[in-house]
Every structure is written in structure tokens, then in C-alpha cells.
């Protein structure tokens, strides 16, 4: 056994400590190519998560509007701050990693897929009057101004 298995963050500093004094033929390359990919998976990851939590009130903010006013006049409150922290999260998420916008419209409907067994498992449906495609652009999505349609005077 090599250090990466028996001791992870002591095999990281090692690794760090190679890199700074250039000695690069005493690296463990194939377990560094692998932690890199991982860590590209992780913020990616984040982005899809944090897009779940947001499509997931937008959604119910939107459906309880529409068909359940009791729950929007309940919980709409905590929806909408939910989802304003979740676009100042995902903004930081876009800047600190701005190639992420190539991956955001297949994130976003992967996200929306899940975002909406959440929203209806939330409200107690058996399943959303929603199109299977997400109605709204990721601009929307992001966009601090913007509400579904029908909660829009409520914002």
C-alpha cells in the first residue's frame, strides 16, 4: 500500500511539496490525474446540486400559485429566499469556474428532472402539471428578477 491509501491528506502535502521543488519523476501521476478529474467533477456537481435546490422552489412557488394558494401563502416566503441564496451560490459557483457555462443548459434540465419529483413529493402530488422540459432559460433561472409568471406580484 502507498501512501494515497493509507493516508490521503498526508499523500496530498507530499505531492504539493514534489511540485514546488520540480521534482516531477517522483509524482504519483496516475492518482493525481484521477484527484483532478474528481475535483473537475465536484464543481460541476456543486452546480447541478444547487440548481436542483433552486429549480425546486421555483417550481413549487410556481405550482402553489396556480393550485395551491394555501401552501404559497404558508411557505412562499421561505421559497423565494431559498432561491435568491441559491442564484448569489450559483453565480459564485459560474464565476469561480466560468467554463461551467458550456455544461449549463444540459445541467439545468438534468436538474430540473430531479427538481421536479422534489417539488411534487414537497406539495404532496403525485406528479407536477409541468412540461417535461424545464419552461424556463438558464438566464431566467439566474436572473435575480425573475419569478414564474404566476408568483411574479408576490416576489
Not at 491528506?9 to 505531492?15: L, N
Not at 511539496?17 to 464543481?43: I, K, N, T, Y
Not at 425546486?56 to 394555501?70: E, G, S
Not at 466560468?98 to 413529493?121: G, I, K, R, T
Request: proline share 5%.
Amino acid at each position: 500500500m502507498n501512501l494515497y491509501e493509507t493516508d490521503w491528506h498526508a499523500w496530498v502535502q507530499e505531492q504539493a511539496v514534489l511540485l514546488e521543488q520540480g521534482r516531477f519523476d517522483a509524482l504519483d501521476v496516475d492518482h493525481l490525474v484521477e484527484e483532478l478529474e474528481l475535483m473537475a467533477g465536484s464543481a460541476r456537481g456543486e452546480l447541478v446540486n444547487r440548481l436542483i435546490v433552486l429549480l425546486t422552489h421555483l417550481l413549487k412557488l410556481h405550482v402553489a400559485a396556480q393550485h395551491l394558494p394555501m401552501d404559497l401563502q404558508r411557505a412562499g416566503r421561505g421559497w423565494r429566499q431559498t432561491c435568491r441564496t441559491q442564484r448569489v451560490r450559483l453565480v459564485g459557483v459560474l464565476r469561480r469556474n466560468p467554463s461551467l457555462h458550456l455544461w449549463l443548459p444540459a445541467d439545468v434540465q438534468e436538474a430540473y428532472e430531479v427538481a421536479m419529483l422534489e417539488a411534487a413529493q414537497a406539495l404532496g402530488l403525485e406528479e407536477l402539471p409541468l412540461p417535461a422540459q424545464c419552461p424556463w432559460t438558464a438566464e431566467q433561472i439566474l436572473d435575480e428578477a425573475f419569478w414564474p409568471e404566476a408568483t411574479r406580484e408576490e416576489a
